[in-house]
């Protein structure tokens, strides 16, 4: 069984069809790069994948294990392993990281019918985690992304990743805004946390970030429909050619 | 300082500052109720800190009326009163804010924030500045909305179910007009505040 199907989705928002019928299939162990010129469809791929209120799936299905994606809310999406790394991560004042991040993960813990992590056990966690993306101490006492540079906010959201260990990680532009040493920290953050049995979606722009993260398919997502497939080869003729070339 | 005055049902309440010096007062009202305050300051060198929450639901409403008078130089206002309003409840605030011509070198401020948890819900604010002094720094803000929607995302995408993801963003909201202990709270008050989740140091 594969990890992710996506079959024949469509989507939209307030009216406007964005996705025209994506297919996607996604086994274990895989990293998947998605590009594509603006207004592709790329961040709504990921939106729709994580529930977002704001988009109409129209047509199609996305199977998560065999498991009917869509019709979840996006907490239990989350709670069987599906995460997003936002593009642009919300600050939320006067909530601690600490506090929403023991939230969420004694939430997972109690779905797959664990017991909740004592005090001790979950700042271990923490301080583990935290060490593999090379976070300061004092960013766990500060409100979720609250103040946080952008660089930091990217590592942030890996640090999440790393507490949360899913099962599908969908990279939305986390190397937009990232200077050459937070980009290679946060990467190597990503690759740390690449097992057998987990995948990756990785979006972006450019084909930087692959250098780090080397993807197993590259996809090219077109007026909402993945129009080219190849491997990590495909990244470096786009660079050089643009995606105009495609239309040739 | 002072043990702090805690308000938590209707009534007329005045205070009289005759003295230097520093007056707390929390107003905690969770069904309909109404309270005015008054706060006159008679001699220069005092301080009042006015912080209040006001969380109802149903179809209840809740008023509170301030009016804090600045009669005297060298004084200081600090007003935070917040509502959350669900269902179908109304809210009201009131904030009069007076400033004599001979009380010289008053820094007031008044906020006024509110968040309504339900498309029924209402809220009317409305501040009112009499100044008739002309060194004084006095400022003045109100806000009403609902809880931010990118954020209840966010946290949901992480596996914070929505209940829990509101009460966070709720209690970070509350925060800064809950006394800082609640020793003196009356139980009843102190019910009120745990059964929502918002009374509990985390």
């Known amino acids: ?56 799936v129209t047509e199609g299905q996305v199977l998560l294990h065999g498991k009917d994606l869509l019709s979840m809310p996006p907490e239990q999406r989350a709670r069987e392993g599906v995460f997003l790394s936002f593009q642009y991560p919300v600050e939320i004042p006067g909530v601690s990281m600490v506090n929403f991040l023991r939230t969420a993960v004694n939430e997972k813990r109690q779905y797959e019918g664990k017991e909740p992590l004592k005090a001790t056990e979950f700042l271990k966690l923490m301080r583990e985690k935290r060490a593999l993306l090379e976070m300061a101490d004092k960013l766990n006492n500060r409100a979720v992304n609250e103040g946080f540079s952008g660089g930091e906010k990217k590592k942030n959201e890996i640090f999440q990743m790393a507490m949360l260990e899913p099962c599908l990680s969908i990279l939305d532009e986390t190397d937009s805004g990232l200077d050459i040493d937070a980009l290679r920290i946060v990467a190597a953050g990503v690759n740390k946390l690449k097992t057998p049995n987990n995948a990756s979606i990785v979006i972006t722009h450019y084909q930087r970030l692959l250098d780090y993260i080397v993807p197993d398919f590259v996809h090219v997502l077109a007026d909402g429909q993945i129009v080219k497939t190849g491997t990590k080869e495909l990244a470096l003729e786009l660079e050089q050619k643009g995606y105009e070339w495609l239309n040739q | ?25 929390y107003v905690l009202l969770f069904t309909s109720e109404e309270v005015d305050i008054e706060v006159s300051q008679m001699v220069s060198g005092c301080s009042v800190t006015i912080k209040g929450l006001c969380y109802i ?18 004084g200081q206002s600090q007003q935070v009163v917040k509502f959350v309003l669900n269902d179908e409840a109304k809210g009201e605030f009131f904030g009069e804010l007076y400033i004599a011509k001979d009380a010289q070198h008053i820094d007031a401020q008044q906020t006024n924030r509110n968040i309504l948890l339900s498309r029924q819900a209402s809220m009317r604010t409305r501040p009112q500045l009499i100044i008739y002094a002309d060194d004084v720094k006095a400022s003045h803000g109100a806000t009403t909305g609902q809880l931010d929607e990118n954020a209840l995302f966010y946290m949901q995408q992480r596996g914070i179910s929505k209940s829990t993801a509101q009460q966070l963003l709720l209690q970070a909201f509350v925060k800064d007009v809950l006394p800082l202990s609640l020793d003196g709270v009356s ?14 140091e985390v």
């Open chain 1, 1 to 56: 069984m594969s990890l992710l199907e996506i079959r024949n989705l469509r989507a939209s928002i307030a009216g406007k069809e964005i996705l025209k019928g994506v297919n996607l299939t996604i086994n274990e162990g895989e990293v998947h790069a998605i590009m594509g010129p603006n207004g592709a469809g790329k961040s709504t791929l990921s939106a729709v994948l994580t529930g977002h209120p704001a988009y109409t």
């Open chain 2, 1 to 25: 300082m002072a043990q702090p005055i805690i308000i938590s049902q209707s009534g007329s309440y005045h205070y009289v500052q005759d003295t230097a010096g520093e007056l707390t007062i």
């Open chain 2, 57 to 74: 639901s149903n179809k209840d409403s809740a008023r509170v009326h301030t009016h804090v008078k600045h009669l005297a130089s060298e």
């Open chain 2, 187 to 200: 139980e009843h008050i102190q019910e009120r505040l745990l059964s929502l989740g918002i009374g509990e």
